[in-house]
């Protein structure tokens, strides 16, 4: 895994994405001993539409009776 400072990271910053992007992750290294390791975030195949579902206590016939009292206020 390659380091960097933090000087040497903040130049070559697309360099530094590239070479996590390849290699897994980049360490970065500030003077005062802190070490940060950047690494490409996992993509997913989900949609950002896919919501999970959400059990409730109410019959069909309620959330329908719900839902035309909402439409008949707007």
């Not at 400072?5 to 290699?23: G, I, M």
């Not at 970065?28 to 950047?38: E, K, L, N, P």
Request: avoid cysteine.
């Amino acid at each position: 895994m390659k380091a960097y400072t933090y000087s040497e990271a903040r130049q070559k910053f697309a360099t530094v994405l590239e070479e996590a992007e390849r290699d897994g992750a980049v360490e970065i290294r500030r003077r005062d001993g802190a070490v940060f390791r950047i690494q490409p975030a996992r993509k997913s195949n989900a949609s950002p539409l896919d919501v999970k579902g959400v059990k409730l206590k109410i019959s069909t016939s309620d959330l329908v009776a719900i839902v035309r009292k909402g439409r008949e206020r707007g």
